[in-house]
């Protein structure tokens, strides 16, 4: 069982920058995969990154060169910097985990929802000037 808090959002304007934080309580959390997710009101959700639990990272198109996942396996965070924002990037920000983990995984495992098992609340980022 794998439980997670999402935190940071807030207001942003073009241009600017977040960093949202994840933080996950229960056994083996570096055995698992991490993502980031968004939904913006009226839309599905979407992938966002994913780190796997080797380390890994994959980024929607939409975000590649401005956002950046990463994750500290001593502290069971993964956290979102984002830069360049942009109002398309406003939305509600999940993070998810996927596992446990053992050997190797496409890419599209890691952008595919319904991969993920566990959840956390969400954070709203808004990006408007």
């Known amino acids: 069982q794998v439980q997670l808090v999402a935190s940071g959002g807030g207001l942003a304007q073009p241009g600017g920058s977040l960093r949202l934080s994840c933080a996950a309580s229960g056994r083996a959390f570096s055995d698992y995969a991490m993502g980031w997710f968004h939904q913006a009101p009226g839309k599905r959700r979407e992938f966002v990154a994913a780190?796997?639990?080797?380390?890994?990272?994959y980024y929607a198109d939409s975000v590649k060169g401005r956002f950046t996942i990463s994750r500290d396996n001593a502290k069971n965070m993964v956290y979102l910097q984002m830069a360049f924002l942009r109002p398309e990037d406003t939305a509600l920000y999940s993070c998810a985990a996927a596992g446990p983990q053992a050997g190797f995984y496409s890419a599209n495992y890691y952008q595919t929802e319904d991969e993920y098992g566990y959840w956390g609340q969400g954070t709203q980022v808004t990006v408007s000037s």
């Open positions: 780190i796997s639990w080797r380390g890994n990272t």
